[in-house]
């Protein structure tokens, strides 16, 4: 395990790079909010990597940033070396809601993302097939979002941003509307469509056994202005299941992330 008060090159390849970031805001009584201070973090190619922190803390700027939806103040933040200025074909966003279209089919949400470039062709439709496929909804591909769990509708919005085979998987929260139960199905169905996919996944939670449960690493974030106090690496061997949460080194790496989380926020994390 290491915990660095900064990220350095710890990986080969940094897919993406943040560099002194900051990022402020200005509310309509002329007050200045500072959201991100002096971020410095690398992730590398296929990596999955989490991030916890208090709320308001700046983890959802900091992927909006990485999405290109929201500009920096200062600093730099780059994909392959090149400036995020917007929004980029190779990176897809999973929201906490699934925002699926009601009138649209399961099949024709996950090709959402494709129709808006033109109509889909018969290799769109057959990569959007295989998505549901392998997330369990091959059954479901001609039913409405109503007529769907609150599990499943993620599991459509997840092959909604695979669909044009992204190379960057950024999530916001996924999982933090859905049950107990229902959120560990979640968290092995990710794992498992990660492990065929291999995307570089940034994934946002609340939850310290989510976040170690996923990452190769995981950065705690402290208050606002929000700022990187540690970044772990997990270590725990993969493929990963539901025993894993059994395993001591499992419990000792949520201790861990929970005593830095609780230290940097001045309160307790959330189990």
């Keep these: 395990m290491s915990a660095l008060p ?19 805001f200005s509310t309509r009584s002329g007050e200045t909010v500072v959201a991100l201070e002096n971020v410095n973090l690398n992730v590398a190619d296929g990596e999955f990597l989490s991030v916890v922190g208090p709320s308001g803390c700046g983890k959802t700027t900091l992927l909006r940033i990485l999405a290109g939806l929201e500009p920096l103040t200062s600093g730099f933040a780059t994909i392959e070396g090149n400036g995020i200025s917007g929004p980029r074909n190779h990176v897809a966003v999973v929201f906490q809601q699934a925002t699926l279209l009601p009138w649209y089919s399961v099949l024709e949400n996950v090709l959402m993302p494709v129709r808006l470039l033109g109509t889909p062709a018969k290799a ?30 993620q599991r459509v919005s997840i092959c ?51 976040a170690v449960l996923l990452g190769d690493r995981v950065v705690v974030m402290s208050p606002r202005p929000g700022r990187i106090s ?10 990963r299941s539901l025993k894993t949460l059994a395993l001591p080194e499992f419990g000792a790496l949520c201790d861990e992330v929970r005593s830095i989380f609780g230290s940097a926020s001045g309160h307790g994390a959330e189990l």
């Excluded at 540690?230 to 493929?239: E, K, N, V, Y």
């Design 6 to 24: 900064e990220d350095k090159p710890v990986h080969a390849r940094a897919l993406i790079e943040l560099r002194d970031v900051n990022k402020r």
């Design 124 to 153: 769109d439709v057959e990569r959007a097939e295989g998505l549901l496929e392998l997330a369990g909804l091959s059954g479901f591909a001609r039913k409405y979002p109503f007529e769907l769990s609150g599990g499943m509708q």
């Design 230 to 239: 540690h970044i772990l690496d997990m270590g725990i061997q993969r493929p």
């Design 160 to 210: 909604r941003a695979l669909v044009r085979d992204p190379k960057i998987l950024l999530m916001d929260e996924p999982f933090g509307a859905l049950d107990a139960m229902t959120r560990e199905t979640m968290n092995l169905e990710l794992m498992r469509l990660w492990a065929q996919h291999k995307k570089t996944v940034v994934f946002i939670t609340h939850s310290i056994p989510e």
